[in-house]
């Protein structure tokens, strides 16, 4: 798939100790090389091999695909928590304790392109296109004869992609991881993106280990097959495999051996190509030294004491046990005890300031909540006094008005009782003169 390679580079570069930390960067490299197969050999092992005991029948017995097999050659960590593959509830979304908030954001973002391009699913390529916005350099397979030379466009027009890319930088690997596990390690029929892997990937993102081997079996072709029939396979020479990569990386762009598919029967049935302990703990290192000398000292120390009862087993097993190396094993152990009790006793303390922290935040909260009502009801008071302000405004105005009105009554009530007086007045004086005019006759 264009585009792939130069992704994978680019969340390599940029995320190297994330992936380090969730134990995937290996695996995460070799997936984006080009692997060759035979179909007739193919069809041969899928004809012994056998569903019920996921065993392949051979010329000289059975053997199986153990979970170190996953671990060794396909570099999928076996240590960490449970894979498992679900939607959580939309309540549960909302909460950062249960999940990260990065499934919240894939899934906004899968909704986001389901729209856009008028589809029930994202396939991959849509996916990659929407998150992968760099120039192109290599082929789909990332051969350096496939290597572009010249400046390339962008694979697809602006008006064919969302415009813009509202992701953070944590969503930008969780949405690479979703890519590579329904591309390389789980791959899908329909070749979609899977909701269901985000809460996985989300936690893989922040370098938290997910137990991957035992949920996927499908590397029985990517390198299981070579390792176990060396016929089968040429292999790269030692020097061109980095020592952190997976035994995958030997196989690399490595042509497959073609055999006629009664030539690949006859490899399968005759029991003399297979390699029984090609993915066991060499011998000359150190751990497998290691590994060797605790499983002797396990059996030796059970068989002593079923012989010579447990008091005895001890002086026996001194005698023949070198002391001095199950010691140093026991201190090493010891110091690796005390080390993870030391991180346990961290994380605990950083998880008590967590907590004090959240709690004075929703103090904070709650007091800010509490000044904000406070607010709000010296808003409305102000009002209320403004209102009351113009009420006794305009009652005195009236008031004033009134008092006016009755002075101008009062005033013109007087001068009318005035003009009354006068009259009666004259009056009184006519009579007086007629009084007076008759005394006179």
Not at 153 to 176: C, K, W
Request: charged share 25%; with cysteine.
């Amino acid at each position: 798939m264009v585009g792939a390679i130069e992704w994978t580079k680019y969340i390599q570069k940029h995320f190297e100790h994330t992936l380090r930390s969730a134990n995937i960067y290996g695996v995460v490299s070799v997936s984006c090389y080009l692997y060759h197969f035979d179909r007739d050999v193919w069809r041969a092992f899928c004809e012994l091999w056998g569903p019920l005991t996921n065993t392949l029948r051979h010329g000289a017995g059975e053997v199986d695909i153990s979970l170190y097999d996953l671990e060794r050659i396909g570099g999928l960590p076996i240590l960490g928590d449970v894979y498992e593959e679900f939607l959580p509830p939309n309540e549960d979304l909302m909460d950062a304790e249960k999940f990260p908030p990065t499934v919240l954001e894939l899934l906004r973002i899968h909704a986001e392109l389901c729209r856009f391009h008028k589809s029930n699913h994202v396939y991959w390529n849509w996916w990659l296109d929407h998150f992968y916005r760099g120039q192109l350099t290599w082929g789909a397979f990332g051969r350096e004869s496939e290597r572009r030379t010249s400046s390339n466009p962008p694979r697809i027009s602006q008006r064919e992609r969302l415009s813009t890319l509202n992701v953070t930088n944590i969503g930008e690997l969780a949405a690479f991881l979703a890519f590579w596990l329904s591309r390389f390690v789980l791959p899908y029929r329909s070749e979609v993106i899977q909701p269901e892997t985000f809460v996985m990937t989300s936690l893989m993102a922040k370098g938290q280990r997910i137990s991957l081997a035992p949920t996927m079996l499908g590397y029985i072709y990517h390198g299981w097959l070579a390792e176990m029939f060396s016929t089968l396979y040429s292999q790269r020479p030692a020097s061109e495999c980095p020592a952190d990569y997976p035994v995958l990386m030997r196989y690399v762009g490595m042509s497959a051996k073609w055999y006629t598919l009664s030539e690949a029967r006859s490899i399968f049935r005759n029991g003399q190509s297979i390699s029984f302990r090609a993915s066991a703990f060499s011998e000359q290192s150190p751990k497998g030294r290691d590994l060797l000398n605790t499983i002797e000292i396990c059996w030796l120390s059970s068989k002593v004491e079923e012989i010579f009862g447990p008091v005895e087993a001890v002086a026996k097993m001194e005698e023949s046990v070198d002391v001095d190396r199950v010691k140093a094993l026991s201190d090493q152990d010891l110091t690796c005890s005390s080390e993870i009790v030391r991180i346990e006793d961290g994380l605990n303390s950083l998880s008590n300031e967590a907590a004090k922290l959240k709690v004075k935040e929703q103090e904070i909260l709650r007091e800010e909540e509490r000044i904000r009502k406070m607010r709000e009801d010296l808003t409305a008071q102000q009002q209320n006094l403004k209102e009351a302000e113009r009420t006794l405004k305009s009652s005195l105005d009236l008031r004033k008005q009134e008092a006016e009105q009755v002075k101008a009554d009062l005033i013109k009530a007087g001068f009318f009782k005035l003009q009354d007086l006068e009259k009666e007045n004259d009056r009184l004086k006519n009579l007086i003169d007629i009084v007076i005019s008759f005394n006179n006759v």
